[in-house]
């Protein structure tokens, strides 16, 4: 079974995918952390974000960085969403994703382009959302700990102008699959929106069985 959960930046979809992972013991992957590679990648080339080349070359990177904690902070996340653009870093990134969906007995995966383009066949098909509001909030009580200097409102900013470039851009932009069913998490807990979750995915699963 393939479970392709899509939505926009701290939505919680990786909460989702890692508990619906769990319950179905399945393999898991975060699709958002290659994007973020791929920028950590090109600070360290010291590339130019606004080249598409530059960004390209950065797509050749060491399996180890996936675990670099840089990875992690906000701005890595915005230079993610500036270089994920190009359409040369996105089919630099297909294969990977979509050989890790092929596996035998199937996979999660989550990102923006999951159902729409990765794995457009998938099983089932999940779109996570919440407020801008309550999404910075998350965030921000995510990374404060970490980074003490960091503002709510500089992580609201963040959130509405990574929304509007990954859903306007041309390539692969965030949008909710026409076969995917809404989880609009803002006023849920982690673990209610996991059990509406998993509520959606018998109900998919049922409708696919006939
Ligand atoms: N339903 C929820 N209620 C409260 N906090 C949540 C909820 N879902 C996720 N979180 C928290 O919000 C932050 C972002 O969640 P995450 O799953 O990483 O989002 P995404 O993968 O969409 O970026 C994390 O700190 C997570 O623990
Ligand atoms: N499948 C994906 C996953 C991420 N991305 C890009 O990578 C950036 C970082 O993704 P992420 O999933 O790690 O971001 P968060 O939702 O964790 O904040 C996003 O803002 C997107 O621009 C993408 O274009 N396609």
């Not at 399945?26 to 530059?54: K, M």
């Not at 995917?180 to 006023?187: E, G, K, V």
Request: proline fraction near 3%.
């Amino acid at each position: 079974m393939i479970i392709a959960i899509d939505g926009p930046a701290a939505s919680g979809k990786g909460t989702v995918a890692r508990a619906l992972a769990r319950h179905y013991a399945l393999p898991y992957l975060d699709t958002g952390l290659l994007y973020r590679a791929v920028a950590v990648s090109l600070l360290d080339n010291q590339g130019d974000s606004s080249r598409e080349s530059d960004a390209l070359s950065a797509c050749d990177f060491a399996d180890s960085l996936l675990s670099d904690s840089r990875l992690r902070n906000e701005q890595t996340g915005k230079l993610a969403s500036e270089i994920s653009v190009f359409p040369k870093v996105r089919q630099a990134l297909i294969k990977r994703q979509r050989d890790f969906a092929a596996q035998t007995g199937g996979a999660v995966l989550d990102g923006r382009d999951i159902g729409t383009v990765i794995v457009p066949d998938a099983d089932v098909k999940l779109f996570i959302t919440a407020s801008p509001e309550i999404r910075a909030k998350r965030r921000y009580d995510e990374l404060v700990k970490n980074n003490p200097d960091l503002t709510y409102d500089i992580i609201l900013e963040d959130i509405k102008s990574r929304d509007l470039r990954d859903s306007s851009r041309k390539e692969a932009p965030l949008k909710q699959a026409e076969d995917a069913d809404l989880l609009d998490s803002s006023l849920l807990g982690i673990d209610m929106a996991i059990e509406r979750a998993v509520a959606l995915v018998e109900k998919q699963l049922k409708t696919v069985q006939g």
